[in-house]
């Protein structure tokens, strides 16, 4: 195999365009790409022949507008290049075609910014992103708009979300003399997930429904020995990693370090930085991909955050970071942060902007699987927090408490043997209970679930620190002395919002208390993190920056705490269905057995001993029955749930403990039941399945 000349084989990128467009046609179409001109739609007719005749050497007959509505996931309706001539047909794709689709809008998601009297969308071509041919399809990523022109997707507000931090950014750098065509922000986001066995996967129906195990005891063995982690591959992952990597190398996806995580059965892949668009693009596509080539190996990709209780989640660093078109990476602190006044203005400022929207970054990861993740000592807690390191952090303290810097920098390490490579000891470090941390030259943002979409922080990141941008610009604008003037500044945003700069153990006992005491929001649950949506302030942030039009915001609001309500609900009736026609009668079955040994044994005579069998079997018969009325007080709660978001609030305080409390028996019994009448594989089996 030739890495270099499968890379990107099934994508129409540069390459590709500069050999079969007109020079003209590919320079204009260049210029809309690196510096966000609008697009020529003079030339969409030859860019969609051309894009035509490629696809179809590489065998597609179809094509499709590539979009991401509101589901997380992605959608696409297909058409045929074919065209009637005649009795004949021929191979046609037309640059309206290519430019504009009317999907049918009307059973997407829309948080009410639409009714069902204007039900048509529209998707339209995003030509930064490139298109690519899988399956025999050409897919062509577009944004999706309603009738009536309000977003729809997650792919337009993202765009504007980086147009919005390109003009704050430009001008911002004007100010230091830094002229530059484009500024945009790159992001690299890592990707966890489990692989288990897909016979084993067949038979639990919980899986097969909401993605998680909603019952089942802790295996024997779990992370305790730390020896996945990073360990040797088992020969069919390293089969199905080598195939995954292959696939997404075909689709021009920068697939890079692939190991085994910390949980048994867990694993991550990360990519390449890339542009956010583009990314986003890649990331959904990669676990589509993921989950396909899975199905290739008899195994099952599950993306969801907290598949098993007792083991670690998985999870999507955002790994971000904003660069000019000049290379000027504008997170990079150089050598002196402490001489480099642009950069402690910037770093400031992204600062401030998640201190001041940390409700809004909470949010934005929100979801009825990462509430299980979040706090769990593997995943960052929900409290926002910015970690600095300890240059960055040192250099901070001494600016907010006016101590005197002592710089600290990179110095030589070596474990002690003279044969051993002299290696740099880093001023920072991967704080790994940090939710927002600085690690080099970039953020990470480590609070994002592992099936959501990166779209969600992205456009919020890119929104708030416009944001911030744009303030700083309005306040030194003008300023005689801009260098006194910028340390200024620098040092009042530090100050404002030290509050927000945590650089400890994230998941200490006294955490908590301590950001209660700072004022730092800690919403749990989506149903508490969501409404931070409907502030006025954060409402009018995004109206500002030209990211969402209030009505968007809400809607999106809406949609988030339906889904969780929808969710929850779903699995609160999985649960119950598992319970009533399988873990319920199994027990029960076991209980006769007992039943009919104790009878026996008795029926011999005095001298065979039945004590252990019956301790066990009132145990058995008194958790059942206490199971049986757990199962009757969900289905209660079930039933008096109200509609839309406002279910949120009671699917979380009500039917989630409801929930727990119903596995809490359920798994209590699975150890006490033989292994013969339990309806469903165990931990064991499914963790530890893959050889």
């Known amino acids: 195999m030739n890495v270099t000349e499968l890379f990107a084989c099934n994508v129409f990128n540069d390459d590709v365009m500069k050999n079969s467009l007109p020079k003209e046609v590919y320079n204009s179409l260049r210029k809309t790409i690196d510096e966000g001109a609008p697009l020529d739609t003079s030339i969409a007719g030859a860019v969609a022949n051309a894009m035509k005749d490629w696809a179809i050497t590489r065998g ?50 829309s948080g009410g910014t639409r009714a069902t009297a204007y039900a048509r969308g529209y998707t339209a071509w995003d030509p930064t992103s490139p298109a690519f041919v899988k399956e025999g399809t050409l897919y062509i990523p577009t944004v999706f708009v309603s009738y009536t022109g309000e977003t729809l997707d997650k792919k337009a507000p993202l765009l504007k979300s980086m147009t919005a931090l ?14 530059c065509r484009k500024v945009a922000t790159t992001v690299g986001p890592e990707q966890e997930y489990f692989l288990i066995d897909e016979d084993v996967y067949l038979k639990r129906k919980d899986l097969i429904l909401t993605g998680r195990t909603l019952f089942g005891a802790r295996s024997a063995r779990g992370q305790e020995l730390e020896d996945h982690y990073f360990g040797s591959l088992k020969t069919r992952i390293s089969e199905y990693m080598r195939d995954l990597d292959e696939t997404l ?56 955050e907290k598949p098993f ?53 909470r949010a934005c990861i929100a979801s009825a699987g990462n509430d299980h993740r979040l706090g769990a000592d593997e995943a960052p807690p929900a409290i926002l927090s910015v970690y600095l390191g300890d240059q960055l952090g040192a250099l901070v303290d001494s600016i907010v408490k006016g101590r005197q810097y002592v710089p600290k920098r990179p110095v030589p390490g070596s474990i002690g043997v003279p044969s051993s490579p002299i290696f740099p000891i880093d001023t920072t470090d991967r704080n790994r209970t940090s939710p927002f941390a600085f690690t080099g030259n970039k953020f990470e943002f480590r609070m994002l679930g592992s099936q959501a979409s990166v779209a969600d922080p992205n456009i919020v990141l890119n929104t708030i620190v416009a944001e911030e941008f744009g303030r700083a610009v309005e306040a030194l604008a ?9 340390r200024s500044y620098t040092e009042t945003l530090l100050k404002e919002h030290y509050r927000i700069i945590f650089n400890y153990n994230g998941y200490g006992p006294d955490w908590e208390a301590e950001a209660e005491r700072r004022g730092l929001l800690n919403n749990k649950t989506t149903a508490d993190a969501v409404p931070e949506l409907f502030k006025r302030e954060n409402i009018d942030v995004f109206v500002r920056q030209g990211v969402y039009t209030e009505k968007e915001v809400l809607a999106r609001a809406n949609i988030q705490l339906e889904n969780y309500a929808k969710t929850i609900a779903i699995e609160a009736r999985t649960m119950l269905e598992m319970g009533r026609q399988d873990i319920y009668p199994a027990v029960n079955a076991y209980l ?14 005095k001298n065979l001993p039945t004590d252990a069998d019956m301790v066990l079997a009132e145990k058995l018969s008194s958790l059942n029955e206490a199971f049986f009325r757990a199962m009757e007080t969900l289905e209660q709660g079930l039933a008096s749930l109200p509609e839309g978001a406002a279910a949120a609030e009671r699917a979380a305080h009500q039917i989630v403990p ?34």
Not at 478 to 486: E, F, S
Not at 675 to 691: A, D, G, I, Q
């Open 658 to 691: 409801d929930m727990e409390a119903m596995r809490r028996l359920s798994d209590e019994m699975e150890t006490l039941t033989s292994s013969r009448y339990w309806p469903y594989p165990t931990y064991s089996e499914l963790l530890y399945s893959v050889k």
């Open 249 to 304: 190398w075909s689709y021009g996806i920068f697939a890079k370090s692939k190991h085994n995580e910390v949980a048994p059965a867990q694993h991550e892949l990360a990519p390449v930085f890339t542009t956010t668009n583009v990314a986003v693009d890649s990331n959904q596509l990669m676990m589509e991909l993921m989950k396909k080539v899975a199905k290739k190996h008899h195994l099952v990709c599950l993306l969801h």
């Open 60 to 109: 597609a007959t179809h094509y499709t507008h590539w979009f991401q509505p509101l589901t997380n996931l992605t959608a696409e309706k297909h058409d045929s290049f074919i065209e009637p001539s005649g009795d004949k047909v021929i191979m046609q794709l037309t640059g309206k075609s290519l430019i504009v689709g009317e999907p049918d809008a009307s059973s997407f998601p």
């Open 166 to 179: 390109d003009l704050q950014a430009k001008r911002l750098l004007k100010l230091f003399g830094i002229d």
């Open 592 to 605: 006769g057995e007992l039943c009919s040994v104790i009878a026996a044994k008795r029926a011999i005579g």
């Open 309 to 361: 209780e007792g083991v670690n989640g998985s999870g999507k660093h955002n790994n971000w970071s904003v660069s000019t078109d000049t290379g000027l990476n504008l997170l990079d602190p150089g050598e002196a942060p402490e001489e480099n006044p642009r950069f402690m203005l910037i770093l400031a400022c992204v600062i401030a902007a998640v201190d001041n929207y940390q409700g809004v970054l």
């Open 478 to 486: 003008g300023a005689k002395d801009l260098k006194r003037a910028c």
